[in-house]
């Protein structure tokens, strides 16, 4: 699963490291931070960020901009001899997606114990029914990975709890103006 030779390692960060910049594009929009990009040759053929909330589609995760941009690239659905490199552990749709695409391995950065289907709660991609799995290789630049991730959701807590004493503040203000 995770038998890396040091030239396999250094190319993993390499484009792990480009899906920490998708990552950051996520994050400079408020979205969840995810980034993914796909390789075929050494090449990136596509990549993507997370826009859920900006397009308000549940479908605009992270793999699934790179699977569609890497597809249009290849002239093709099936992303054979490609690998996906992606900060957080796929959940089932981008699971399943990359099944779907026959794309040969997978590298994560960090797992995700709630919803991860990569090997975390379930793993869609070495179920043997299904025609096609994937290598996985995981852990690749953890750190990075999971600490943006833990940075973003403190300061999304901090700025609901910023509007929640916002809202309040009004009321208590209005409350403690003299009456003229």
Not at 12 to 37: H, S
Not at 66 to 83: H, N, P, Q, V, Y
Not at 120 to 131: A, D, P, R, T, W
Request: proline share 4%; glycine share 6%; charged share 30%.
């Amino acid at each position: 699963m995770n038998d890396r030779t040091p030239e396999t390692g250094r190319t993993d960060e390499k484009f792990m490291r480009e899906a920490l910049r998708q990552a950051k594009k996520a994050y400079a929009i408020n979205e969840t931070p995810i980034g993914c990009v796909i390789t075929h040759g050494g090449k990136i053929i596509g990549r993507g960020y997370n826009r859920r909330n900006t397009e308000r589609n549940p479908l605009a995760h992270a793999e699934i901009a790179a699977i569609r941009k890497a597809s249009r690239k290849m002239g093709d659905w099936r992303l054979e001899d490609c690998t996906l490199y992606v900060t957080l552990e796929p959940c089932q749709m981008c699971a399943g997606a990359i099944i779907q695409a026959r794309i040969s391995r997978v590298v994560i950065g960090c797992m995700n114990p709630k919803a991860g289907c990569a090997g975390s709660v379930l793993n869609l991609l070495k179920i043997e029914q299904f025609n096609h799995q994937a290598d996985l290789t995981t852990g690749v630049l953890e750190q990075e990975c999971s600490d943006m991730m833990k940075q973003f959701f403190r300061e999304l807590r901090e700025k609901k709890k910023q509007e929640k004493c916002n809202k309040k503040t009004p009321d208590h203000a209005a409350a403690d103006t003299p009456e003229t």
